[in-house]
């Protein structure tokens, strides 16, 4: 016997052991016989195509076969059924397939709802009309037919088998029926399944109806943990009083999620007699127990959980210290200011971030040199600092004029930014020149800041200077400087001014493109890539613009990729192709053009030169024009110049970076696969 003549035997002939009769082959000799002693097969796809074969001879054999496969125990089996059933067009499918509605398997509902449309069924009530809206999923007219969708919405709730967002989209859909649906829910919250008191208990807490307290507070005994959980949850959402003690009774529940649910219910009711039940919890062994604890303490803002809310703020777990920071904040006490300035020493950001915002809604003038120091400390990271900004706005003491003063010189153009928006809302004369200095910054959204500061404190040595500012490149800051030489009573001193007054004040953002036309967009501000206000502009025009004598290619290509127009690199590309150009100057991203590490892939289509000045940038100081320069390199493949694995293999053995070190490797094969 040969190799194929086994094969045949161990594989195959097995599954063809009863027989796997060809069904079309029997439908097209219209082989009845053949095709009903196909219905006992052992594979139930055969037993179905050979049903839905008989049904379309217009046998009837193969239609009751069909209508009892929709009681099959396999829902795959329900399912291949229902649609064949819907082609037929047989009107005994109805009935069978309208039962199907209620299917346990969602697949099975929906496919029961289109074989139905296909048998030109139509609904002869509301509640048939609700069914039919569920197995489809057209939530809102299931929502819209009120008390006649509730029995059903609330039997999706029940069902194992149901997807998770559908059981979100039923409890959303009995919500906006509301009233109508508590009574049924209530009922269904005694069910044997805790699935489907789970999701009752959900729904009850959405409709927020007191109907529903006291069986939710039943549900607090229910045998089911997630049942307790989502019961307490729910009345903290209703947040009935009558709520508060059983409540306290479930923070000794023997499930560590019933304690957290019932915690937070307890805070969204916000009752004073909870506190101290409350405060037993700061030192539950439970790290999100205690934060709960601390969070609902916080809602409640009872001057009496002051100090144990700062004995939290040395809490090992940095989750309970920032919300003990935040619930002192809410407790108008003079207790509170000390220990939550001591917090901007915490080892953790997130803490001393909550420390500063704290600081800023408490408003005490003592927190203002604890503030300026989180600001000019070298170690602090960005987002504490950007905050500590926003804190010494809102206080707005002049003791913090001279550190913002000095913060306006520094490299963090929001920081800047923010410097400015304090120093208007502080309003000393001292800020004055520093903010004139300003209107020369290079962020068109701080030029603007420092105009209206300037507005704001009112002092005549801005006038001159805002004079000057209508002339900026950015429209709103033209406009912005019109309206504060406005407020400060000026008037234009001859025709000259007054054309150019009248010019600014009638700046829209759309004359961003009319500035990019005129070739200026050497000098066009950051702000305006992340604008959007150049879209309309197609891909060609942009091209035009960018291709000026005034930009390098490079320019030209980050300025694309800023805008996400990957068009217009590609046009830029064809473009230095035609014309011959190659890249100019600022080739090391890492220093001149930070934003173009990632685009020298992209330079490869230039040409050979381009690919030879890839190559070289794979010993570049900046880890960044490393990596970008290997995925270029890559990129080539066979266009790859000769000795570039050789050089490949060099830059990998004194890499010292992990990622540029997976983009050599990366690239070193596709050049050897070629």
Known sequence: ??????????????????????????????????????????????????????????????????????????????????????????????????????????????????????????????????????????????????????????????????????????????VQIGGEAVGPLIVTLKNEDWRVRQATAKALGKLGDARAVEPLIAAL???????????????????????????????????????????????????????????????????????????????????????????????ESWDVRREAVEALAKIADPRTIGPVIAALRDNDSHVRAEAVVALGEIGDPRAVQPLVAALTRNDECGYVQHRALEALTKIADPGAVEPLIARLNHWDTLGRQKAVEALAKIADPRAVEPLIARLNDKSAFVRQKAVEALAKIADPRAVEPLTLALKDVYPDVRKTAAGALDALGWHPKDETQQALYTAAAQSTPEMLWDELLAGRLDALPEEAFESGLLAKVSDKQLTEALLGEKLLIEAALGVAMRLSRFGVFDEVVQSCRKIGLKPEGGVHAGKEHPLLANYFEHFAKLGDEAARRVMGLLADECPGVRDAAAFAIGYLREGAPHDAAARLEKALRKETDPMVAYSLRTALMRVLAG
Request: net charge negative; aromatic share 4%.
């Open 221 to 315: 005994r229910d045998n089911d943990h997630n049942v307790r959980a989502k019961a307490a949850e729910a009345l903290g959402d209703i947040g009935d009083p009558r709520a508060v003690k059983p409540l306290i009774a479930a923070l000794n529940d023997e499930h560590g999620f019933v304690q957290i649910m019932a915690v937070r219910g307890l805070g969204k009711i916000a009752d004073p007699g909870a506190v101290e039940p409350l405060i037993g919890r700061l030192k539950d062994k439970s790290a999100s127990v205690r934060q709960e604890a601390v969070e609902a303490i916080g809602k409640i803002a009872d001057p009496g959980a002051v100090e144990p809310l700062i004995d939290r703020l040395n809490d």
């Open 1 to 174: 016997m040969g190799i194929f003549e086994k094969l045949f035997d161990l594989v195959v002939a097995p599954y063809l052991e009863g027989g796997w009769p060809s069904i079309e082959k029997l439908k097209a000799k219209r082989d009845v016989d053949g095709l009903i002693k196909a219905l006992n097969h052992k594979e139930w796809k055969i037993r179905v195509e050979a049903a839905v074969a008989i049904a379309k001879l217009g046998d009837t054999r193969g239609v009751e076969f069909l209508i009892a496969a929709l009681k099959d125990k396999e829902a795959d089996v329900r399912q291949a059924v229902a649609r064949p059933l819907g082609q037929v067009g047989d009107a005994r499918a109805v009935e069978p397939v309208l039962a199907a509605l209620n299917d346990e398997d969602w697949h099975m509902r929906e496919a029961a709802a289109r074989a139905l449309d296909a048998l030109d069924w139509k609904p002869v009530n509301d509640i048939q009309r609700a069914l039919r809206a569920i197995a489809l999923k057209q939530w809102e007219e299931a929502a819209s037919l009120r008390a006649a969708a509730v029995g059903p919405l609330v039997a999706v709730l029940g069902r194992s088998l149901e997807q998770l967002t559908t059981i979100e989209a039923a409890v959303k859909a009995l």
